[in-house]
């Protein structure tokens, strides 16, 4: 009688694999790492396109039931992550996560850490800002209402809200992201993949979180048509606090707890 083989990964190899991927990421030359965060930060950015077309055009949902408008952006969003996940990229809110495990295991150093998240994030802001201003702004994508009025509204409402509101809602938006790739991890398969990045990506922009790498698109998008949103505004009010709760969200409520409970000191 054969054994019966499970599809997925336990949550103790979870955290052996995605330590082997940060311990590969940082190995990566700094163009290689800069492409693949290109890369990542134009999917982020399509899988925000995307979400836009969709909920920005339903407003009579908008009027009569809100909950399904956002849930139709939150939908359509996972595109980028799945895009990330699967044809491979690198994602700064991803390796938020990815590289606690072998640093607290002596497998890797707090610099390796510190230069892949820089690298990352600038590459990811390129790559946003590219989709942003050539296959957004420049093929009018959002010219006209209502898609005007909705990016307008999203960089409104996003550069208004009081730092520690942004953070928090930075803490949980990766939180949910980096659980995300955490599944992605655990699945053997292409579907299963595509499922566990499904459903927490779903929830945290159906909720309203705040994700760096999302907002990175969003907000220059509403700028380059002519947004009353400043850049200052942008970085300050909005990136700054979404980028550190980020961090806080990905290395602290996951990176850090599991590979707390399953260290890898022993393990590689």
């Known amino acids: 009688m054969s054994e019966h083989k499970v599809n997925y990964y336990s949550p103790a190899e979870v955290v052996a694999k995605v330590g082997e991927a940060a311990m590969g990421k940082a190995q990566t030359s700094t163009t290689k790492t800069l492409l693949l965060a290109?890369?990542?930060?134009?999917?982020?950015?399509?899988?925000?396109?995307?979400?836009?077309v969709i909920s920005g055009g339903a407003t009579g949902l908008g009027v009569t039931n809100p909950g399904i408008q956002r849930f139709l952006m939150g939908a359509a969003f996972p595109l980028g992550l799945m895009l990330t996940a699967i044809a491979g990229a690198d994602l700064f809110t991803g390796n938020t996560a990815y590289f606690i495990p072998p640093v607290m295991a002596g497998k890797l150093k707090v610099t390796d850490m510190i230069r892949n998240w820089v690298l990352v994030y600038i590459g990811n802001f390129i790559g946003s800002l590219f989709v942003a201003y050539f296959m957004t702004y420049l093929t009018d994508v959002f010219a006209s209402a209502p898609w005007t009025d909705a990016i307008y509204h999203i960089a409104e409402k996003k550069t208004a809200a009081p730092f520690y509101k942004v953070f928090l809602k930075g803490v949980g938006a990766n939180w949910l992201v980096a659980l995300a790739m955490w599944l992605a991890y655990s699945a053997k398969d292409i579907p299963g993949k595509m499922l566990g990045i499904w459903v927490p990506v779903m929830a945290f922009v159906t909720i309203g979180y705040e994700h760096s790498i999302a907002n990175m698109f969003f907000i220059p998008t509403a700028i380059f048509y002519g947004s009353p949103v400043t850049w200052s505004q942008f970085i300050i009010n909005n990136l700054i606090p979404a980028t550190l709760g980020n961090i806080a969200g990905g290395s602290l409520l996951v990176g850090a707890i599991y590979g707390y409970v399953y260290s890898l000191k022993d393990k590689m």
């Open 38 to 52: 290109f890369l990542a930060g134009a999917y982020i950015a399509l899988g925000g396109l995307l979400s836009v």
